[in-house]
């Protein structure tokens, strides 16, 4: 095989191999740096596209209508985003602002443990919602959820969630 038979046969890559290597760029620095860190337009792109074509304005218009047409999304300092659509980074974009306003974070719930408090489906909903407003109840349990007969918690205190329950049971209770 002869050296002739590694070299790109026309002078210009077609719009669709353009995509392709710029696909295949953005990828492997993406696996190798963790995201991309160096690409932002077609300009960054030419020092390996020059390495396989002849340097010509018709390469240079070729590579941008590549990136143009791959309509690719960029983070917040213009660097292209490979593996997001721009529905996508937008939707992302959108949960971010939530969980920022919601003031979310993760919780580590090891050693949690679970508590079913069964419950009359007729009136569950009306106990969680009191449960919930409930200072008594308040910081004893991570989160309640409903299940199809009661209530399921998750808590890091399961004996003293438990007496409290049990009290607040007992209290319409008489002897």
Known sequence: MS???????HNTPSRAECEKQIRRILMTEVLQQGSNQHFKGAKDFMNYFESLYPASGALTKQVQRAIKSMDMPRDAHGFFIIDKTKPQMSQDLEISD???????????????????????????????????????????????????????????NKSGLSAILNHLRDLGTSD
């Open 3 to 9: 050296d002739q038979t590694l070299l790109p046969q």
């Open 98 to 156: 939530i969980m920022e306003r919601a003031d979310a974070r993760q919780v580590d719930i090891e050693g949690a443990e679970l508590l079913f408090l069964e419950a009359d489906p007729t009136y569950q909903d009306y106990l969680m919602l009191l449960i919930r407003q409930s200072r008594t109840l308040a910081g004893k349990y991570i989160t309640v959820f409903p299940s199809s007969r009661g209530l399921v918690f998750l808590t890091t």
